[in-house]
């Protein structure tokens, strides 16, 4: 699942029940965070539940790449955060 823009408000809502459905019916999902020019700390949160979850992040940027990181060491998850590739 692609992201750009924005990740808050009315999409995290919708970017949670797509992972969800997703994950429940046993696929891998991955989110790639391109072109993100805010994340809230509500999609920060969301971010670091679907990692928990098993959703794999990928970013690209520097500060996405960071944030990624840092969300991915929170929970846990391994990978690398940037640079194209999956997380």
């Known amino acids: 699942m692609n992201i ?3 990740f808050s408000g009315d999409c995290l809502r919708l970017v949670e029940a797509c992972c969800a459905a997703a994950l ?3 696929k891998r999902v991955r989110l790639v965070l391109r072109d ?4 809230d700390a509500e999609g920060q949160d969301l971010l670091c539940r679907l990692a928990g979850k098993g959703v794999r992040l990928q970013a690209s ?3 996405l790449s960071h944030l990624v990181g840092k969300l991915q060491r929170a929970t846990g998850s391994t990978g690398p955060a ?5 997380a």
Not at 36 to 39: D, E, K, S, T
Not at 82 to 86: A, E, K, P, S, W
């Open 61 to 63: 940027g520097v500060y």
């Open 24 to 26: 429940s019916s046993r």
């Open 4 to 6: 750009d823009g924005r």
């Open 36 to 39: 993100v020019r805010a994340i």
């Open 82 to 86: 940037g640079g194209g590739r999956q």
